[in-house]
C-alpha cells in the first residue's frame, strides 16, 4: 500500500520500499493514461495488478495505491476514505 503524491513520490508506504518506490513513481502515469501504452513496457505490466484511488484536499492530490492480492479494489477504497478523512483534518 502506498500513498504517493501527484509527482510519483512516496508520502507513506507499507511494503518492501523497492516496490513501493517503483508503484508510486508510475502512479502517476498509470492515472493520466488510458491507452497508447506498448505491451511490453513496464507500465503495461503492473496496470492489472494495480488498483489507483486518486484523492482530493484542498486542491492537493495524494494517490492511494495498492498492489497484488483479489481484495485490494476494496482495500484501496477504504484506505483513500481514511487518507482522506485524515488529510482534512490535519488541513
Same mark, same amino acid.
Given at each position: 500500500?502506498?500513498?504517493?503524491?501527484?509527482?510519483?513520490? %512516496?508520502?507513506?508506504?507499507?511494503?518492501?520500499?523497492?516496490v513501493?518506490?517503483?508503484l508510486?513513481?508510475?502512479?502517476?502515469?498509470?492515472?493520466?493514461?488510458?491507452?497508447?501504452?506498448?505491451?511490453?513496457?513496464?507500465?503495461?505490466?503492473?496496470?492489472?495488478? %494495480?488498483?489507483?484511488?486518486a484523492?482530493?484536499?484542498?486542491?492537493?492530490?495524494?494517490?492511494?495505491c495498492?498492489?497484488?492480492?483479489?481484495?485490494?479494489?476494496?482495500?484501496?477504497?477504504?484506505t483513500?476514505?481514511?487518507?482522506?478523512r485524515?488529510?482534512?483534518?490535519?488541513?
Amino acid at each position: 500500500m502506498v500513498v504517493a503524491d501527484d509527482g510519483g513520490l %512516496v508520502v507513506a508506504a507499507a511494503g518492501s520500499w523497492a516496490v513501493c518506490e517503483e508503484l508510486a513513481a508510475y502512479a502517476p502515469l498509470m492515472v493520466r493514461s488510458e491507452s497508447d501504452v506498448p505491451s511490453a513496457s513496464r507500465l503495461a505490466q503492473m496496470r492489472p495488478k %494495480v488498483d489507483i484511488k486518486a484523492v482530493d484536499v484542498d486542491g492537493q492530490t495524494v494517490l492511494v495505491c495498492s498492489q497484488g492480492g483479489n481484495k485490494r479494489v476494496g482495500v484501496t477504497e477504504s484506505t483513500a476514505r481514511a487518507v482522506e478523512r485524515i488529510l482534512r483534518q490535519a488541513a
